[in-house]
């Protein structure tokens, strides 16, 4: 194959289970010797690469046998626990034989929770990347309690490509992309435009695809990166070279294309649903100011009706109309008390800066 030069500099790669274990349920050597030397390879060519990798169940099936008396939640944790070991040996050795290093990385969606936590992570990465090692992230599922549970790895991984500011996030699946259900022989979509929003014309009907990890849930996490600003490619991991083609910007498996990068806190902020620490309710008028295509403006307290919580300078709050719907999210620039105290009065500072304000679609 011809070699051209990397289109992507940076990138997340997100491996599903379904990729690395057979239909034992178990580890397939010759798919993680394949993906860890086309990591080699990129990292050859100066492209930094972070892997994301779910399989620390199935490693464990591989090893554990278990005895009767446990809860599935337990069965689940007691194999999650041991075969993350496994696993990251696994890619480990792997990577060894290459001349490279990897690092492991175990996160909760609470890791994400506030400004501090969340650049702590950050540095981490970029330092790693720094030193040419392969952050290798999995979710902590040892201990990962279904409220702090991620959608599963997509979006653990659209997070960590939303917070390096990755160019490309690709997922990698066990099929060839997203299918165009509408015509005769459905053939992959190539190409998927950052306005769209109807993707359950694309999915095969199916309840898998639509439930947690399904199809449904990669393409609206692709839709959210791609208005950050990063591109999205969903394919399939088993195709050999699967990642060098993408890379050197061949056609293969569906691409999201992506929209110009926001601002890096706004890309934290729009991953913050659920994570918001208080909420502030606002006016008719301060909604119209907010939404005004016209110019950008941040939220004053002059349009703040009502505050709830208690948040402090740098929490991610909820911003509500009057009628509780969800307007956006935002980093708040003071506490809870201060926006209180200010609450309908002009010539104070913002409560939420312009560049620290993300509004729902």
Known sequence: MSHHHPVYKRIVVKVGTNVITGRDGRLDPAILDSLTAQIAALAKDGVEVILVSSGAVGAGRGIVSLTGGLTPVEKRQVLAATGQIRLINAYNDRFE??????AQLLVTKGDFRDRQHYLNMRTCFEALLDQKIVPIVNENDAVAVTELMFTDNDELSGLIASMLQVDAHIILSNVDGLFDMQSEDNPVIEEIDPGSKNFSQYIRPGKSEFGRGGMLTK???????????????IANGTAPGILQTIVQGERVGTKFLAQKAKHSRKRWVAHSEGLEKGAVVINQGAIDALTSPERATSLLPIGITGVEGSFQRGDVIRICSEKREVIGYGMASCSAEKAKSAMGQKGHKPVIHYDHLYLVP
Do not use: E
């Open 97 to 102: 034989k290459h001349g490279m290093l990897g």
């Open 219 to 233: 393409c609206n996490i692709a839709h959210k990166l791609s208005r950050l600003g990063i591109t999205v490619h």
